[in-house]
T-cell receptor, first 112, second 110 residues
Framework: EPEVTQTPSHQVTQMGQEVILRCVPISNHLYFYWYRQILGQKVEFLVSFYNNEISEKSEIFDDQFSVERPDGSNFTLKIRSTKLEDSAMYFC??????????FGPGTRLLVL | RKEVEQDPGPFNVPEGATVAFNCTYSNSASQSFFWYRQDCRKEPKLLMSVYSSGNEDGRFTAQLNRASQYISLLIRDSKLSDSATYLCVVNPSNDYKLSFGAGTTVTVRA
């Protein structure tokens, strides 16, 4: 069964550093998403991406965040200058039009 | 008012018991509803979509009440492997982002 994959599984970084989280969505999917989950809290939507552009973003997704689909398979989330409060699990998801979203295993980001 | 609200539990039940819990949503225009399951420190995994007429998948039954804006999940004949956090998930405005509840924790004991 096709799966969404994410790398790295864990990332530790210093405050102020840039991080790039990588995702490989399911190959025939068209819509891509990033969500985050701070420890002990609910899953929160960050951004959706379709046809090489952002289709929607939340208030969390400020100028420090960016997304890119650099080639036909990868979908990345960049945090330009990490803050302590960016520590969370980041989930990538993908789907075809109006169908169930499938989530990757997540990247646990710890900002020190 | 939160977009999606759930009773956090925990619901602590013996094997073989039936457990049920609800979730409420605030946006009456919401189109799609789901129950996802999340194990500790893992990704959400789709348990089932929730349809207007209600639907069943094995031991799991989901109901949707649009008038009262709530969704329910019932688990029959609970197994130890049903221990998890159950996430109520709503597509609030017919776009593609999902709104998650904080989850209901279920622990099934032997």
């Amino acid at each position: 069964e096709p799966e969404v994959t994410q790398t790295p599984s864990h990332q530790v970084t210093q405050m102020g550093q840039e991080v790039i989280l990588r995702c490989v969505p399911i190959s025939n999917h068209l819509y891509f998403y990033w969500y985050r989950q701070i420890l002990g809290q609910k899953v929160e939507f960050l951004v959706s991406f379709y046809n090489n552009e952002i289709s929607e973003k939340s208030e969390i997704f400020d100028d420090q965040f960016s997304v890119e689909r650099p080639d036909g398979s990868n979908f990345t989330l960049k945090i330009r200058s990490t803050k302590l409060e960016d520590s969370a699990m980041y989930f990538c998801a993908s789907n075809r039009l109006a169908e169930t979203q499938y989530f990757g295993p997540g990247t646990r980001l710890l900002v020190l | 008012r939160k977009e999606v609200e759930q009773d956090p539990g925990p619901f602590n039940v013996p094997e073989g018991a039936t457990v049920a819990f609800n979730c409420t949503y605030s946006n009456s225009a919401s189109q799609s509803f789901f129950w996802y399951r999340q194990d500790c420190r893992k990704e959400p995994k789709l348990l089932m979509s929730v349809y207007s007429s209600g639907n069943e998948d094995g031991r799991f039954t989901a109901q949707l009440n649009r008038a009262s804006q709530y969704i329910s999940l019932l688990i029959r004949d609970s197994k130890l492997s049903d221990s998890a956090t159950y996430l109520c998930v709503v597509n609030p405005s017919n776009d593609y982002k999902l709104s998650f509840g904080a989850g209901t924790t279920v622990t099934v004991r032997a």
